[in-house]
């Protein structure tokens, strides 16, 4: 005798869907992954990986400086992104009213809210004054960048004074002044009036500025400092204008060296800016992949018997 059996399809209650975002289970990740990144970048900071004080040999560049140190924090973000991640995967429940592709979309979401929390803690915490040594990296470019644009735009006053003084420094007596004793200045040659060497070492620390911020120094200016030299050491005319030759070879060799230096801050500055947007890019691809896997863990059952078991 056949049974007939009626199937009634009952709707849901309208307002007793869950919501597809499982926060307890984000806050969870996002804890996670906090506490696991302090840990490691404390770890690393012990023994030298710190973009902020990478220790490394004098003679290595601060080229590859950066790429080690951006290495190392690649590894930090994606480590941790993924732990996290992870564990929301395996911890968030799941609404059985989705494919697998779909819940695997949703698990990877949540992985992608768990990177963008940490991130946020992460910015709010270098913002704050826990965050001060991150902003060394920063100043120290800046400061470079300063020292070379002061020396190439005329506003370095101790490079200035140092220039000055080796042009005016007083000639040593012929044979060589007694051991132990310093070597008196020549009295000054009169060249057309007397040369006041208060007034001569000011104009020319005015013309080897003005020298330094357009890039070259005219010949009139040259003659006139050879003259001024020779006025106030007392030497002639020939080896004042050698001394002023080198001067000026001396302040182009300091204006290439602040340039270079202010180049390689630069460029280091720019390096380790990319590679930290990079790290969070790859960090947000690990956190939606461990999240994705840790959710496939969850409804398979996967049991890591080696790691978690019962004593």
């Not at 490394?56 to 560049?61: E, F, L, Q, R, T």
């Not at 000055?164 to 000054?188: E, I, K, M, Q």
């Not at 009139?220 to 050491?233: C, F, I, M, N, R």
Request: proline residues 3%.
């Amino acid at each position: 005798m056949a049974v007939e059996t009626e199937i009634i399809e009952v709707a849901p209650a309208a307002g007793t869907k869950d919501s597809y975002v499982d926060w307890p289970a984000i806050f969870g990740g996002i804890v996670l992954a906090v506490a696991l990144g302090l840990v490691m970048l404390t770890f690393g900071s012990a023994i030298g990986l710190s973009l902020v004080n990478f220790s490394a040999a004098p003679d290595v560049s601060p080229i590859w400086v950066a790429i080690a140190a951006g290495t190392w924090l690649l590894w930090v973000e994606v480590s941790c992104a993924m732990a996290g991640g992870y564990l929301t995967g395996r911890m968030r429940k799941r609404l059985h009213d989705a494919t697998e592709h779909e819940t695997d979309v949703r698990d990877g979401a949540h992985g992608l809210l768990v990177w963008a929390g940490a991130t946020i803690v992460a910015v709010i915490v270098t913002l704050s004054g826990l965050g001060a040594a991150a902003n060394t990296v920063g100043s120290a470019v800046a400061t470079v960048t300063d020292a070379a644009s002061n020396v190439a735009g005329g506003a370095a006053d101790n490079a200035t004074a140092y220039f000055t003084d080796a042009l005016f420094r007083p000639v040593a007596p012929a044979g060589g002044a007694a051991a132990g004793a310093a070597a008196s200045p020549t009295p000054p040659a009169a060249v057309g009036t007397a040369v006041n060497i208060a007034d001569a070492r000011g104009e020319a620390a005015r013309i080897l500025t003005q020298s330094a911020a357009i890039g070259s120094m005219s010949d009139e200016d040259k003659a006139y400092l050879a003259q001024a030299v020779a006025g106030t050491t007392g030497m002639p005319q020939a080896d004042a204008q050698a001394r002023v030759d080198q001067v000026l070879a001396n302040v182009q060799a300091a204006k290439d060296q602040a340039a270079a230096v202010a180049e390689t801050a630069r460029k280091t500055s720019v390096l380790a800016a990319f590679l930290t947007a990079a790290s969070f890019l790859v960090a947000a691809a690990g956190a939606y992949w461990a999240a994705s896997m840790g959710g496939r863990h969850r409804d398979e059952g996967t049991v890591f018997t080696d790691v978690f078991r019962r004593y």
